[in-house]
DNA sequence: CTATTATTTTACCAACTGGTCAACTAAAGG
DNA sequence: CCTTTAGTTGACCAGTTGGTAAAATAATAG
């Protein structure tokens, strides 16, 4: 059936690449194609638009990131404590390779989706929204798993506290960007803890 | 000497309307322009480029933010707990009016456009990194207080601290923008107080 | 009243935006 | 081998972008 292609491929890495490190609208469909190797015509045969393709490229961005690193830790047997401070550690030698390739931070890329494109992309926020909502679901399990060892009381609300945690992930990815400072994610990592004694017993 | 203007206010009131609720790159001199009911000659008379205008409303919000909402703070004898309840509060008041308003949270304008620029535009992420450092001493100077008053020990990172709560609460405002859902900023708020206990000595 | 100065207006520019289209080409299936 | 199908190409479009320049206008100080 007709000849294969790697195209659509190279467009999402393209995307992930340039808008990560970048913004949605400061990477224009042409800069897309020419870092992709691929023609515009070629774009548009395999996406409807640019919102489309960032769409697919968030999910493979989530989908690489769950996989490869929450999966592993909802699995392991480490300590509360441990399994935050491995992924905190992991952000921040992200956040030093970024600094090194390209002088700067660049962040997490659903915040920065989120922040630039959320009062007018609907269709963008809601895709990231299910992205955060997964996520929390991950935290989730990891925290329930502790109240079952008996790591945190058993009155934990859950859900709330791995909302609290992933605020306050992208909180300092925010503040390591805006300083342009890696240093800032790993000094302002170990607060994290203190987030799992979530004393709200009403939320 | 010459004729006076309203224009140059008139626009920079505008450039905080629209760049707040949306993003920069999404805000046109143009419609800068309209939006104030003034010519784009007249926009380039008072500003060498949209650049600078942003630069001059960040501070602008900065300066209003700060005299209204943090100095009293400081000079307050509140509690800290009851200080930070305040500011959140007031931040979730914001976000519900943002969302009666335009159907949708805007966020903190400083958090929003340091991720949307950060990696592009090193002017712009100087201004908010030092509008971050403001706010981070301001907060230095609450939490000073309240070790003072032996509400906190006296070995806490004051600096840490702040730097801490401004990260969890600029995660609370992309949570909330990216759920579209003002009772996130409320109901994961009472964490804050959790961050005061900076039980990091090494930072 | 006039000269000076500050502000406003209009028309304009080249570069770029996301997106379209029809012609063209290569590969796989029968 | 030839038809079908999938992928590629480059020319093209209308609308918009940030920014310019010169002429017109209004207010103020002397």
């Given at each position: 059936?007709?000849?294969?292609?790697?195209?659509?491929?190279?467009?999402?890495?393209?995307?992930?690449?340039?808008?990560?490190?970048?913004?949605?609208?400061?990477?224009?469909?042409?800069?897309?194609?020419?870092?992709?190797?691929?023609?515009?015509?070629?774009?548009?045969?395999?996406?409807?638009?640019?919102?489309?393709?960032?769409?697919?490229?968030?999910?493979?961005?989530?989908?690489?990131?769950?996989?490869?690193?929450?999966?592993?830790?909802?699995?392991?047997?480490?300590?509360?404590?441990?399994?935050?401070?491995?992924?905190?550690?992991?952000?921040?030698?992200?956040?030093?390779?970024?600094?090194?390739?390209?002088?700067?931070?660049?962040?997490?890329?659903?915040?920065?989706?989120?922040?630039?494109?959320?009062?007018?992309?609907e269709?963008?926020?809601?895709?990231?929204?299910n992205?955060?909502?997964?996520?929390?679901?991950?935290f989730?399990?990891?925290?329930?798993?502790?109240?079952?060892?008996?790591?945190?009381?058993?009155?934990?609300?859950?859900?709330?506290?791995?909302q609290?945690?992933?605020?306050?992930?992208?909180?300092?990815?925010?503040?390591?960007?805006?300083?342009?400072?890696?240093?800032?994610?790993?000094?302002?990592?170990?607060?994290?803890?203190?987030?799992?004694?979530?004393?709200?017993?009403?939320?």
């Amino acid at each position: 059936m007709g000849r294969t292609s790697e195209a659509k491929d190279k467009l999402i890495n393209s995307a992930i690449d340039l808008i990560s490190n970048r913004s949605y609208s400061s990477v224009g469909v042409q800069e897309l194609c020419d870092n992709a190797g691929v023609k515009k015509g070629s774009f548009y045969h395999f996406f409807d638009s640019k919102k489309e393709l960032t769409i697919v490229s968030l999910r493979a961005m989530w989908d690489f990131y769950r996989e490869n690193c929450i999966i592993p830790l909802i699995e392991s047997d480490l300590s509360l404590e441990d399994k935050f401070d491995s992924l905190l550690h992991k952000s921040y030698e992200m956040s030093v390779n970024s600094k090194e390739c390209n002088g700067c931070l660049s962040g997490c890329p659903f915040g920065n989706l989120a922040l630039e494109l959320s009062t007018q992309e609907e269709e963008i926020r809601l895709v990231i929204e299910n992205i955060f909502r997964e996520w929390i679901e991950c935290f989730e399990k990891i925290i329930n798993k502790s109240v079952e060892r008996g790591e945190l009381p058993i009155d934990t609300n859950s859900y709330a506290t791995a909302q609290s945690i992933i605020a306050y992930m992208e909180g300092l990815s925010l503040m390591g960007k805006t300083f342009n400072d890696p240093e800032i994610v790993k000094n302002l990592g170990c607060v994290v803890r203190n987030l799992s004694i979530c004393s709200c017993k009403e939320v």
